[in-house]
């Protein structure tokens, strides 16, 4: 286990002990005001960062683990708790959801571990795995596995629908993909149970299906193409013993390589990030896409779905969220800190990219993109005040700091200028087991 404290430089150390600066004490590292009851993480120990780039996962650190961070009025007093869960962070940081009532975690494991009778396992000699697994939460000090179902070939994302009892699992093409691309679970009391495999509307055979995304309130998923770069939103429709898709408005082209997606807490928009990577793409800035849902209305009565707007942001944007309040967006940004540390591609930063979202039009427009020192930054929420962010970091550039981190980001403003916004990276990093991708809050 890790255990619950943090990791702090020698003049944090003094300025957290009464140290002054110009002979003015700074505020107590408590002042920094998260809301929210508690964070769940999931880590994937089995490799090292730049296993995406040559193959090779390197040293185990730890084993897969599901982190919470328990959040108080001060950082210096969360509290972390850890139980075994096996994951991977071979895809989108969408394996791990959270039901509504924050009661359960389910995440889902592309690959399994490394054999322990090959201790130079490369990345394409991971066994695929099957693994759903359920985790109750409901004693945050003792979290406990209460389910795990042998799904099928190679799950990827996993969603929870706003009633808490339908669950939908993509899968990747190396496994089920081709033929399952997607799976709806019922759950109830904690349990999984297939529902159905259902056909996609006009979906091409053999497309990967990156992501499938429940809105917050209606059972409608985005799902997102990743192999003819479009987003489908289709209906779940439950009609006795029966479970099936049926399409929901037009599909709109995307931006190349999207990732995830992510609807606006009011439902009316749905964000796309776009990945920008490819065999013969050097990876520019990525970009993030605002679709109005139900825009207008087709002559049948079906709804039409409009891209309203369009941002840039870092380089290889994969993780995406919305705020609460629905007035901000902010994205994880690999840049290019996936290679080797001693590759000369290794650019040794990171970022996260702060946008502004108009609620009124779903227009988008990016305040800035910050870089840090850390290694390939993916999953990442905000807290229920809209003012502060929780960013997983994989790796350490500093290899005096063992393992992955939580790193707390605050929103900032100038009072003598209103229209000035600052994204700033706190001091509150929360030590976990290398590896962790997939981060949600329970408020």
Known sequence: ???????????????????????????????????GRFLVAISDADMVSSAYTDGQIGP?????????????DNPETWKVSNVSVGNAVVGPPTAMTVTPNGRYAIVVETLGPRSSANPNTTMSE?????????????????????????????????SVNAAGDL????????????????????????????????????????????????????????????SQP?????????????????????????????YTAKFTPDGRYVLSNAMYVGPDIEAPRGTISSIRLEASQEQNGDPHHSIVSRAEVGVM????????????????NLERSTPALDSPSQGFFSSLSLLRVEPANGTLSTVGTYAFDGILPEGVVFDSSSRFVASTTFDQYDGRIPGGSIDMWRISGDHADPTRVEFVKTSVSVPVVRGPHVIAMVG
Do not use: C
Request: no cysteine; charged share 15%.
């Open 230 to 258: 479009r987003l489908t939103l289709v209906r779940v429709i439950r009609q006795g013993s029966e479970t099936k898709l049926e399409r929901w408005g037009n599909s709109l082209s995307l931006e190349t390589a999207p």
């Open 126 to 158: 991971l066994p695929s795995s099957r693994k759903i697994t359920v985790i109750d939460l409901i004693d945050l000090d003792r979290p406990a596995v209460v389910d795990t179902v042998e799904g099928f070939l190679q799950p990827s994302t996993v």
């Open 167 to 226: 669950v939908a699992v993509t899968h990747t093409l190396a496994g089920s993909g081709v033929e399952t691309p997607v799976a709806l679970y019922q759950f109830q009391q904690g349990k999984l149970s297939l529902l159905s495999t259902p056909a996609i509307p006009d979906w091409p055979s053999g497309n990967l299906l990156m992501d499938a995304a429940f809105h917050p309130e209606l059972d409608i998923l985005a799902l997102t193409d990743y």
């Open 60 to 72: 185990p650190q730890g084993s897969d683990t599901l982190s919470i961070i328990q959040i108080t």
């Open 317 to 332: 944007p994969e993780g995406l969220a919305v705020s609460p309040d629905g007035l901000w967006a902010v994205t994880a």
């Open 1 to 35: 286990m890790w255990p619950p404290t943090f990791f702090v430089s020698a003049a944090a150390v003094f300025l957290w002990s009464g140290g002054a600066v110009y002979g003015q004490e700074l505020p107590h590292v408590g002042h920094i005001d998260f809301q």
